[in-house]
């Protein structure tokens, strides 16, 4: 059967190319652009959502505030600065980014950092980093267990935004060294903060760490940035804008993909209707000398299944193409690195799609041959 | 052998054939005569499997074809029937070669053998020098020719021939007459239509048709 099927097609062959090589090229390369935008597409589509999640880099500088001068725990404020015994750890009243912090150890003060907190904006259920920024020591000596605790607070109107409400749970994790540290973001003495246990804290001298703060239940960032824009935070740079550009972008390339899967479909169709027009008579002829349905169907569809594969190896390489291209332009036009991970899945993705799609064309392609009457060889020829 | 019984065939409301009953036997060599629109073609058509009949059945070798299925007549056609036609019907863009190919290709000849058989094909109708030719270039009496070869790739043991002369010149209509001739004297039944009478005088049998029926079935004219 497939031995006959190729035998014919090799015969075959060459009267398709000669009758309609110009549209097999013109149908072969739109194909392949659909099957490589759709690859590039559902590429580019998680490709956005973590580039969200993970964050701008130069990010949101969104300042944590004791609210107004109430600071949560025992220190004074002298001179603007915010002071507080070991190992607590404090801000002053409106910390800002770059913010100096101090912490006391007894009677000495120091400088243990020379940038403060900044609290980096990303996304789902992250909703800030905290940089401990270099030369920052957090003891791991814990005077007065188990109470010691480490205070982060935000904002009431913030945490409104960010969904967390108090008696949520919050966690505090660094990604490059693994650990996380569950609190609760509570309300003490009216002023709500995360508060986490100190205990698990270790020495980070010298280390430049990004810590993230993650809330269980604290909404997409893609959904409050509007939100926190209206009490006042501002995007480092342009974010807003590019974040808002990015999730439009999402949306159409999903339409574009859906499109594209509908259009790699109507030419396979068309494809299939040519043929069966423009060789309505040979398929008459070839059942009158004796040729079953399904080697009739089987003729073609290995045409149709040689374009498509042929499509879908230029379109892999189309969609690396795109790839470049687009994070060329991501860096052109926002100055930000963004690389586009193109994955197996993605790539295998279209190819079962368009897989699956012959093999539907395929059942009613066979349906209309075996619906082509054998006395129709003898309609007029040319 | 062929045996027709009781074989109707309507187009609509048009009745084409009605009620046929021959029997034709293996070897014969029959020729169809008959006016325009008497049923000719329709009843080749039938014997060919080509088209189904209204009513009626058709054996072949003793076996029903009415309820034969796709497959099995499909098998007929291509191994049992060789068919040649007034318009040739080769597929015009192929070479000769590959006209020949394709039924050995659908009968799952393997590709070595196929060179031969098409060789010897070509050969008994005089054409084997025009292999590599492309079918549109040839003249109608070489057309017929490579198509009565193509009918014989399959070794089959009835021929069709649906005026095989209808488009050709006296002296080509010899040259296709002597071969179907040749062909019989091989053993082939062959069953010829024709409006030529001078051509019956090749058959051992002339049946007649008139509207639809046979009205006159003459052996050994
Ligand atoms: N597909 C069809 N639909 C309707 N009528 C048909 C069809 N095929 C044949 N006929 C009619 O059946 C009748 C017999 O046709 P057929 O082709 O068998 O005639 P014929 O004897 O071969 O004639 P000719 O010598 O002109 O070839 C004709 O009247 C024709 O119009
Ligand atoms: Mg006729």
């Known amino acids: 059967m497939i031995s006959k099927i190729l035998d014919l097609a090799g015969a075959e062959f060459k009267s398709i190319v000669k009758q309609s090589l110009l549209f097999l090229v013109i149908c072969g390369l739109v194909l392949s652009a659909a099957i490589g935008v759709f690859s590039f597409s559902v590429n580019l589509v998680p490709n956005y959502a973590t580039f969200l999640n993970q964050g701008v880099d130069n990010g949101f500088d969104f300042n944590v505030y004791p609210d107004d001068e109430k600071m949560f725990f025992k220190g004074s404020a002298v001179a603007g600065q915010s002071y507080v015994t070991a190992p607590f750890i404090t801000y002053s009243t409106t910390l800002h980014y770059r913010d100096a912090i101090y912490e006391t150890y007894g009677a000495s003060t120091e400088i243990l950092s020379g940038r403060a907190y900044i609290f980096k904006e990303t996304l789902p259920r992250v909703f800030q980093g905290v940089r401990v920024v270099k030369g920052t020591l957090w003891s791991t000596e814990d005077n007065g267990k188990p109470d010691g605790y480490f205070n982060i607070f935000l904002r009431d109107t913030v945490a409104e935004c960010l969904g967390i409400r108090v008696g949520d749970t919050l966690t505090i994790w660094s990604g490059s060294t693994q650990y996380a540290v569950k609190g609760i973001y509570e309300s003490r003495e009216g002023i709500p903060a995360f508060v986490m246990s100190y205990q698990a804290c270790v020495s980070r001298a010298g280390n430049d760490i990004w810590y993230y703060l993650e809330a269980d239940n604290a909404e997409k960032m893609i959904n409050v940035y509007p939100k926190l824009r209206s009490i006042g935070f501002e995007l480092g740079g342009t974010m807003f804008a590019e974040m808002g550009l990015m999730i439009s972008a999402r949306y159409l390339l999903i339409v574009l993909s859906a499109m594209v899967v509908f259009a790699a479909f109507m030419i396979l169709n068309n494809i299939l209707s040519i043929i069966l027009y423009y060789r309505h008579q040979f398929i008459a002829k070839l059942k009158l000398l004796g040729a079953e349905t399904s080697v009739v169907a089987g003729l073609y569809f290995s045409f149709v299944t040689i374009s498509f594969v042929l499509a879908y190896t230029i379109a892999v390489v189309l969609s690396f193409v795109m790839k470049l291209y687009y994070e060329n332009i991501a860096s052109a036009l926002f100055g930000f690195n963004f690389v586009i991970d193109i994955k197996w899945y993605t790539l295998v993705c279209p190819f079962f799609i368009g897989a699956a799609i012959l093999a539907v064309r395929f059942i009613r392609f066979k349906k209309k041959v075996s619906g082509v009457r054998i006395l129709d060889f003898m309609r007029d020829e040319q | ?221």
């Open chain 2, 1 to 221: 052998m062929i045996e027709i019984e009781d074989l109707s065939k309507n187009f609509g409301a048009f009745r084409a054939l009605s009620e046929i009953n021959l029997k034709i036997e293996k070897g014969e060599f029959t020729a169809l005569v008959g006016d325009s629109g008497s049923g000719k073609s329709t009843l080749l058509n039938l014997i060919g499997q080509i088209d189904e009949p209204t009513e009626g059945d058709i054996l072949i070798d003793g076996v029903s074809t009415v309820k034969m299925s796709e497959k099995e007549k499909s098998k007929l056609r291509n191994g049992k029937f060789g068919f040649v036609f007034q318009a040739f019907y080769l597929e015009s863009g192929y070479s000769v070669y590959k006209n020949l190919e394709i039924p050995l290709i659908i009968k799952g000849v393997p590709k070595k053998e196929r060179t031969d058989i098409i060789k010897n094909a070509l050969n008994s109708v005089g054409m084997e020098t025009k292999l590599r030719l492309t079918a549109a270039v040839l003249s109608g009496g070489e057309k017929q020719r490579v198509a009565i070869a193509r009918a014989l790739t399959c070794d089959p043991e009835i021929i069709l021939a649906d005026e095989p002369c209808g488009n050709l010149d006296s002296k080509n209509s010899k040259i296709v007459l002597d071969l179907l001739r040749d062909l019989h004297k091989k053993g082939k039944t062959i069953i010829m239509v024709t409006h030529n009478l001078t051509h019956t005088k090749y058959a051992g049998r002339v049946i007649r048709l008139s509207d639809g029926a046979v009205v006159n079935d003459i052996k050994n004219p």
